[in-house]
Every structure is written in C-alpha cells, then in structure tokens.
C-alpha cells in the first residue's frame, strides 16, 4: 500500500514551467505504475501521463505530449512531473495515482490516489 502526496503547484504564467513532485509512503514504490491526472473546474478528471515501475517507459495524453514529462526516483520513492511552455488550458488540480496497470488511462485501475494540487497559468 502507498500513500501518494503532491507537492509543486502554483501560479505561473503562460510560458513557464513547473515541476511537480509526489512522494509515497510504503516500502513496494516500485511495484506500482504511477500516473498524473489533472481536472479543471467543471469538466472530468483526465489522463496527463503515466510511467512504467521502472521507469523505462512513459506515456502521455495528446494535449501535454511534447511538453510534459514524467519520471520517478525509486530510491526516493518519488515521482515527477516536469511542466514546460504552460498554457492557461493547463490549469487545474493535479492528481498523483499509483497502479497495478503500466501506461493505463483508466481511473479505475489506479488504487491510490493523492489530495491534489493546483496549478494555475495565468495569460
């Protein structure tokens, strides 16, 4: 069992970038595929990327690809999501989630989900 919590949000401008961070509680980090989801005001929690239990493999939802990217630290047990040229469409709540499924886009195959944190990018 995890226990995923975010960390890194804020306010940035369109344009710039931040780095968020999720830290996990437990000793089997690396027997669980990581994903980020994120949810705007009003609309679905969505698929943003996710990351294999080694790290080898990463997988991106079409809106981010080629600016995001996700990574994780077993030693740490920690995963990263690296945010660059923000766009105002970004904004919302980001969500950490640990699974059984590498590279799923399924909520409902991730088991632990962290509170969140939010990113606002301003225009």
């Known amino acids: 069992q995890v226990q995923p919590v975010e960390s890194g949000g804020g306010l940035v401008q369109a344009g710039g970038s931040l780095r968020l961070s999720c830290a996990t509680s437990g000793r089997t980090f690396s027997s669980y595929a990581m994903g980020w989801f994120r949810q705007a005001p009003g609309k679905e929690r969505e698929f943003v990327a996710a990351i294999s239990y080694g790290g080898s493999v990463t997988y991106y939802g079409d809106s981010v690809k080629g600016r995001f990217t996700i990574s994780r630290d077993n030693t740490k047990n920690t995963v990263y999501l690296q945010m660059n040229s923000l766009k105002p469409e970004d904004t919302a709540v980001y969500y950490c989630?640990?699974?059984?499924?590498?590279?799923?886009?399924?909520?409902?195959?991730?088991?632990?989900w962290g509170q969140g944190t939010q990113v606002t990018v301003s225009s």
């Open positions: 989630a640990a699974g059984r499924y590498s590279g799923s886009r399924r909520l409902n195959e991730y088991d632990y």
